[in-house]
């Protein structure tokens, strides 16, 4: 008897998976396919050119790699004939433009339908025996064992494989709190339990904090020829809504405080010489106007002598400026002009890097203005510029910079002129934290308020006390730190050679050294202002320097990637964190859209290739296209389906690091 085939849109199924192969080669070899799964025999043969072609030329391979295979094979007759010459294969790849599924899910629709004629097989099968003497028994045990035993060689339909990973992650350490001085460290734990943060969050703005109190009033002296001041360029990189705002306030606002009583107890020094300053300009006035008034030329000549003294009395006075240690948005002319009234001392600190645009030239015309930021680290000369008045040089400039921004900031900065070519890149200490919205405690307890108490107490006294230190007090090494800096040296200028481990950072990691001599004068402040901090650094203090500096260099590895990786991978990234916050198994583009920042994802076509790619390793799936309704207007889009996988992984590390 003669069977129809029990699945009629097998042959279209298979059609439109070999367009989609021949316009995509090397996915066929994702595929659990063989060519007897294929109900027409010749579909079979172009999958296994398909395959070889795919395992002779990867990437590379395309359909003429694929004909040249078909021309070769000897072994079915008419084959070229039966392809006419190759025009057969652009029809199935034209075919492929109406194809409502992925090659995954049109693999699984063809084994199903080879499943369904074994069936189908098996059921004839038996029918024609019943008809006969034929023992019975004998002959169904044979036929369903052997039934059974194919069906075992082929996952079941539908079954999801595990993903094939995208660009390798770097599994980043945890910010170390331990190597921060006792009242700093409870802080910094107490701030990351009450928001629900990674410590790193706040680690990373208490020591901006110390260097917004310290810098540009002390210096570290690693050994003759060798000085680091204790000024940082600290960045952390959190997505929105991480509450970086909450945790900024926590950690600087005693220095806001500390601000404040400066400003208060300058008042009467500032008030004094402006009384000065403006009583010599009067008498300035005075003797200048009674010498226009009298005739006497010796009187004349007194009286002018005596008004160019007053004049140059005035200009001796100096009224002290208001006391500033925090700006927000600045543009690098403010901040040089404020560094020079300060003493050389300023932070810029904020919860967005805005900063960055105003750098690149947002306020210029496009031309990036980085000197002052270059040098405010580095502590080189600067010379300021002022409208109507004569040029400032700051001997010892000591800018801090302490910033909380969107990963995709990282990214635009790579990309903006002379960022990374003048080394403002590396002199940037980055944080790239897990993220941890989606997961926080409901209820956490809040910040102990003698802890609090605590850190207000220590910062803002780190902030007065040396908040007149000029010259900056030198902080020395011991002899075993010393001993300790040389090994981490000779242990580090290995890896910066070309072709080494770090050498594709050598820009960065050629400051790490100095970096970690700045951490150690930071630490060694904020450890010794009650006990005496004017003794040397001790070796244990280098040392959790050292663990703070390796931190940082994992995350610059980690950040620097970001900064060179490709956009599609980095995007199919966003969309993966997307669908593990959200526990979607099922979306569509429509929604996709609508909830990702359109800063990344301007229009729909911007999702193609991030998706293609995710579909690629096996991380989604398309869902069959629903049938027509027959109704005029925009086709249904079918809705990605996720793999399961993807969801049980991240629950697991979910339970395993969930935060406390």
Known sequence: MTAKSPHPQALDHETALLGLLLHRPASVLRLPLRREHFQQPLHGVIHDAIVV???QHGADAGVLYIAETLRARTDVPNLMGRLRNGVLLTDYMASAQVCGGTPEWLAEQIIEAWRRRHVHALGSRLQQLADTDTDLDGVVDQAMSSFVDSLEELPPAGRWEPPTPLAPRRALPRFPVDALPGWLAQHVEAVATFTQTPPDLAGCVALAALSAAAGGRARVQVRPGWVEPVNLFTVVAMPPGSRKSAVFAAMTAPLF???????????????????????????????ATGAADTANPEARAEALGMAADAALAAEQVTVPATPRLVADDITAEAAGSLLAEQGGRLAVLSAEGGIFTTLAGRYSAGVPNLEVFLKGHAGDLLRVDRKGRAAEHVAHPALTLGLAVQPEVLRDIARMPGFRGRGLLARILYAVPANTVGHRRIGAPAIPADVAATYDTELRALALTLADHDPAAPLVLSEEADQLMLALEAELEPRLADGAELGHLADWASKLNGAIARLA?????????????????????????ARIGHYYLAHALAVFDLMDNDPTVEGARIILDWIIRTRRDRFTRRELLASLPRTRFAKGADLDPPLQLLEEHGYLRRAPAPPATGRRGRPTVPPYDVNPHVLAAETAETAEASPT
Request: cysteine-free; aromatic content about 2%.
């Open 53 to 55: 072609a795919a395992e």
């Open 521 to 545: 004068g930071l630490l060694h402040l904020a450890g010794g202002l009650r006990t005496g901090y004017t003794g040397p650094i001790p070796a244990a203090t280098v040392e959790d320097a």
């Open 257 to 287: 405080a500390a601000e404040a009583q400066l400003v208060e107890q300058s008042r009467p020094l500032i008030i004094d010489a402006q009384l000065a300053q403006r009583t010599a300009h009067r008498d300035a006035e005075r003797h």
